[in-house]
């Protein structure tokens, strides 16, 4: 379930929309994938979203680049106020794995203010890149 340690993200879209499509319209299903919840919160998450945004990471036990996907997403969201990191064990919430269709680890979901996805990534990001991301949540 783990990435590759190479580039970690060939042939997926880094921090991209979530809808699926490049034009920016969202299509009937909203900003989700896989046909999960339209908005995740404390329920789902098993952790109190932050009040601007939240930064949600899917991992498991031996993903090196999760490790460094948690620590550049503890940095930002250390930087930003009210972004919190919420990570999530992928192996233990294998109900909301499906939900979402989460497919790799680590994935990461970037949740505004409502709990909506704004934006999704597989594999490991870049700093840059989760804090451009911020900007379409905050």
């Known amino acids: 379930m783990c990435v590759d340690e190479g580039d970690g993200v060939t042939g997926v879209r880094v921090l991209g929309r979530d809808d699926g499509r490049e034009d920016g319209r ?9 046909g999960g919840p339209a908005r995740l919160g404390a329920a789902e998450l098993g952790a109190e979203p932050g009040p601007r945004a939240s930064l949600v990471q899917f991992s498991s036990a031996f993903c090196q680049p999760c490790r460094a996907t948690r620590r550049i997403l503890a940095e930002v969201a250390g930087m930003v106020e009210g972004v919190a990191h919420i990570e999530i064990d992928a192996e233990e919430r294998l109900d909301l794995v499906r939900a979402l269709g989460i497919e790799k680890t680590p994935t990461v979901l970037v ?11 597989a594999g490991m990001p870049r700093k840059v890149d989760v804090i451009a991301a911020l900007g379409a949540a905050v």
């Open 26 to 34: 969202e299509e009937g299903r909203g900003a989700r994938s896989g």
């Open 111 to 121: 949740l505004d203010a409502t709990g909506r996805i704004v934006r999704r990534a």
